[in-house]
């Protein structure tokens, strides 16, 4: 399905914000490295309302760093840039629900098909920003050969030869550096992708002025994003074009809520003024407050409810948080053991979690059980462990609301294989997947078994659990009355 000409032109002129303030002519500021669903309703909303505001007055050329995504440049290149954005669900108690056409991109390059064009844009003295969103998998360094005029595969390949480009063109000069705003969601990733680079930079064995052009005169900043951004509506998609008169192949959704925290000087705001242009964009000293809360509220609270879910015979997030006795559970686990568990302002955590539990109430986002349940054992060690621990050091007792989650993702985890598939029983019986490292769904299964046969009691299956360090990276079976309690909330979930 591909935008017509008359279908473009409808678009082009059904906004009056797209005619008038957001005229196509503005410079390039920013390289976009990554044409997908994020940071078109991320980044790229941002940057459309700071034009709207006459605050940046810059466009975006944007790129993509794998080859699989030739498909969405080329549909960028149709549409000359133009999409529309539905933002929709709840914000501080008021439901919102609107439709933009988002008009920042002046250029779409494909690098591996115009590798000599994506490096000519380095030449451009306006350029700024580098803004990347590539996967957690796209920020690692790949041993590869810098050849002339050959694309490179990796992101941090390719920013290193564009940088290397930038630097010779401009002689070296200081003032030509860049900011790199990478928004993958790894912890320190501005630190991350500057290792990369510098790592790229002396294997190709450039210049030592390079390295240190790039080391001093580049800023490598790490950031924390958070929106939930929900892509193309495809049930909905046709009875909105019908609506609008147009189709729109890059139609985009997301929620209301967004934050952005960026590890840098606020200074640097009059150059991209995202809080200027009242955006929820923190400029901060350190990440790990905006970080620590994310991981332990909002990632812990679908670490907790997934297995639970699951096992209750629900769906999607929103199915939980409806349910009744399930909202209480999550609220009292994130007001009464997660909040009291950080090292940081109490009212502040207390408002973030709000917002988590009103996010999750969207409708319009049908976040799926299954997949929050993917590698469950991991995501518990890093999410919620740390809490349990807190919480016990602190308090001499052990949460209970995460005690019993922790009990469930046990159950959830006892599994039989089938033809290469690892399935577990809801308590009703229907059959749901369980996806983690075999390692660790073999341990389960093995364990599961020899209680079933009477092999072992399900005391010593919960003590062999704990005090399994592959999976938690130490033994847990010291934790004073965890087996007890996880023994006691275990007999009331097993036939």
């Known amino acids: 399905m591909s935008i017509n000409k008359s279908q473009l032109k409808r678009l082009r002129k059904d906004t009056k914000a797209v005619q008038s303030s957001l005229k196509m002519d503005f410079p390039i500021k920013v390289l976009q490295i990554g044409e997908g669903n994020f940071l078109r309703g991320f980044f790229d909303w941002m940057i459309h309302e700071c034009n709207k505001q006459g605050h940046f007055k810059g466009s975006i050329a944007v790129t993509q760093p794998r080859p699989a995504g030739k498909g969405k440049i080329e549909e960028v290149k149709r549409q000359d840039g133009l999409y529309t954005l539905m933002l929709r669900g709840f914000h501080q108690g008021e439901k919102v629900e609107s439709t933009e056409i988002i008009s920042v991109f002046s250029k779409a390059i494909d690098p591996y098909e115009e590798w000599m064009e994506f490096l000519a844009l380095s030449e451009n003295p306006e350029l700024e920003f580098v803004v990347s969103n590539t996967t957690e998998a796209g920020i690692k360094y790949q041993p590869i050969p810098l050849e002339e005029g050959k694309p490179m595969e990796s992101f941090p390949g390719k920013l290193t030869a564009f940088l290397y480009h930038r630097y010779l063109h401009f002689n070296g000069d200081a003032k030509k550096g860049l900011i790199m705003l ?31 052009w790039v080391d001093r005169d580049n800023l490598f900043l790490n950031s924390l994003v958070d929106r939930i951004v929900t892509g193309f509506p495809a049930n909905e998609s046709e009875k909105l074009f019908a609506a609008w008169g147009y189709k729109d192949t890059l139609l985009n959704t997301a929620e209301p809520y967004h934050l952005w925290a960026i590890e840098g000087d606020p200074s640097i705001d009059q150059r991209l003024p995202l809080r200027k242009s009242g955006l929820n964009v ?22 907790l409810l997934a297995p639970l879910g699951i096992l209750s015979g629900l769906e999607e997030v929103k199915q939980v948080i409806d349910h009744p006795e399930f909202n209480q559970f999550l609220s009292n686990a994130i007001e009464k053991e997660i909040i009291p568990s950080l090292p940081f302002d109490q009212n502040e955590m207390k408002l973030y979690g709000e917002s988590v539990l009103e996010r999750f109430k ?30 016990q050091r602190s308090k001499g007792t052990l949460p209970d609301c995460i005690v019993r989650g922790f009990s469930g993702m046990i159950r959830f985890y006892r599994v039989n294989e089938m033809k290469g598939t690892y399935l577990g029983k809801s308590f009703a019986g229907k059959d749901y997947v369980v996806r983690d490292d ?25 003590e062999a659990t704990l005090s399994n360090q592959y999976l938690w990276g130490k033994d847990l079976s010291g934790i004073p009355n965890l087996g007890n309690e996880l023994c006691q909330y275990l007999e009331g979930m097993i036939d």
């Open 362 to 391: 969207n409708p319009f986002v049908h976040h799926l059980l299954t997949d929050i349940s993917l590698n469950s054992i991991s995501k518990f060690k890093v999410r919620l462990l740390p809490t349990l621990e807190e919480y």
């Open 282 to 303: 923190r400029w901060v000293k350190d990440l790990t407050p905006y970080q620590m809360r994310k991981v332990r509220i909002l990632n812990g609270s679908h670490t």
């Open 438 to 462: 075999i390692k660790t769904i073999e341990f389960f299964s093995e364990q599961w078994l020899s209680y079933e046969r009477g092999q072992i009691p399900l005391r010593q299956l919960i």
């Open 182 to 212: 990478p928004c993958e969601l790894l912890e320190r990733n501005g630190d991350s992708l500057k290792q990369c680079v510098l790592k790229h930079g002396r294997d190709w064995d450039l210049p030592k002025s390079f390295i240190d």
